[in-house]
């Protein structure tokens, strides 16, 4: 094997505008990376002090998904059935758990004792997932 | 239409979201329009649409999935589950886990162990009993005694 790490995932959003308000504003990621290249707006975030993982917020439509498919992405985005889903830990799940949802932002678990740690789940306002953990240290 | 249809299919995915979160709680149709903002029949039809089964259903199965769940991983008994779940009555638990399950709880109780090491969310999603079947996409276990399932661990 001679990768070394995951740098970006990316994630479909369909306003990038309101997809900052969500990640920075209200989960508290920095932008990384906020670039126009002309033919796509380059919109990557990253958690405080951790910027060598970043996520990509792209905007689905022409031309790299023709208008039907943009449609059927969009479509299948908002009814929460397009993956996407992405995976954070945390020290203190139910303290982000609070301070999360009084900020509005829509859980659809609440947090949770499991065997490897203590998690919950929230939605952008999009549709995507996010699984928040607090993990228990591994014997 | 294509912008009423994605904002159709958020407000039903809130709804559906309300029910994997609050499933324990007294939920009922009303209360799930009203997350939705759409009236109760236009919320019933359009959920179905959306998500292939009635919010009515979509609930049940969801309370029968975390019995399911609570009956493998707890020692709670079955009449305890119940109300966990958000069932009102003993009668209507066993008769709906029944109709969905093919078994009483306390046979599934008997019969079945989960993994413990995946996020709960997808146990949720993937044991969710549904029309379209059980889970098949898993790898064949080479030993099917479910007590030597190592468990998994995430994170």
């Known amino acids: 094997m001679t990768m070394n790490a995951i740098s970006r995932s990316q994630i479909y959003v369909l306003d990038q505008d309101e997809a900052l308000d969500f990640y920075v504003g209200k989960l508290g990621m920095e932008v990384n990376t906020d670039a126009d290249l002309g033919f796509m707006r380059w919109l990557t975030v990253n958690l405080p002090g951790d910027p060598e993982r970043e996520i990509l917020l792209e905007k689905p439509g022409p031309p790299a998904l023709d208008p039907a498919t943009a449609e059927q992405v969009r479509e299948l985005l908002t009814k929460g059935a397009l993956g996407g889903h992405l995976f954070m830990t945390t020290d203190d799940a139910h303290k982000t758990y609070a301070e999360l949802t009084a900020k509005g932002v829509e859980a659809y678990d609440e947090p949770t004792e499991r065997p490897y740690g203590i998690d919950f789940g929230i939605r952008d306002p999009f549709g995507n997932k996010i699984r928040i953990g607090q993990m228990f240290t591994q014997a | ?155």
């Open chain 2, 1 to 155: 239409m294509s912008r009423a249809v994605e904002e159709s299919n958020r407000a039903m995915l809130r709804a559906r979201d309300a029910m994997d979160r609050a499933y324990a709680q007294p939920l009922d149709v009303p209360a799930l329009a009203r997350i939705a903002h759409v009236s109760e029949a236009h919320f019933i039809r359009t959920f179905r649409a959306t998500f292939g089964e009635t919010p009515h259903r979509y609930l049940q199965r969801r309370r029968v999935e975390r019995a399911m769940y609570l009956l493998v991983q707890t020692d709670q008994p079955v009449t305890e589950i119940c109300y966990a779940v958000g069932f009102a009555s003993l009668g209507t638990f066993s008769r709906t886990f029944r109709d969905i399950v093919g078994e009483s709880p306390s046979a599934y109780r008997r019969r079945k162990e989960l993994a413990a090491g995946v996020p709960s969310c997808f146990i949720k999603a993937w044991m969710r009993p549904s029309d379209a079947g059980r889970p098949t996409q898993g790898r064949p276990t080479a030993n099917a005694d479910p007590g030597a399932r190592e468990p998994i661990s995430f994170g």
